[in-house]
Nanobody
Framework: QVQFVESGGGLVQPGGSLRLSCAASGIIFSISAMGWYRQTPGKEREFVARIFSGGEINYADSVKGRFSISRDNAKNTVYLQMNGLKSEDTAVYYC?????????WGKGTLVTVSS
């Protein structure tokens, strides 16, 4: 059974930082492309960042230069370091494989950027 457990969200002021973690189980993590996605109420879930097994990384234009994705294959965990947070980054953040699988979505972790 595949399971992704996201953590690390919270309330942060504009300009602040957070580090999200996603612990994966039930997949061969080391060969899986992993991604971070986010969703706000009333909007479609959107791509944030992805990292391939070979290390190639891609970011959404809206987070380039501020967010950094990384992975630890020994811990089956993918991370998202978020710096320079803006109010528009407020969302529930999820991880999933890339391309995403509909039945792999976890509960996500809420990030709220507000003063």
């Amino acid at each position: 059974q595949v399971q992704f457990v996201e953590s690390g969200g919270g309330l942060v002021q504009p300009g602040g930082s957070l580090r999200l973690s996603c612990a994966a189980s039930g997949i061969i993590f080391s060969i899986s492309a992993m991604g971070w996605y986010r969703q706000t109420p009333g909007k479609e879930r959107e791509f944030v960042a992805r990292i391939f097994s070979g290390g190639e990384i891609n970011y959404a234009d809206s987070v380039k230069g501020r967010f950094s994705i990384s992975r630890d294959n020994a811990k089956n965990t993918v991370y998202l370091q978020m710096n320079g947070l803006k109010s528009e980054d407020t969302a529930v953040y999820y991880c999933n494989v890339f391309p995403t699988r509909a039945n792999y979505w976890g509960k996500g972790t809420l990030v709220t950027v507000s003063s």
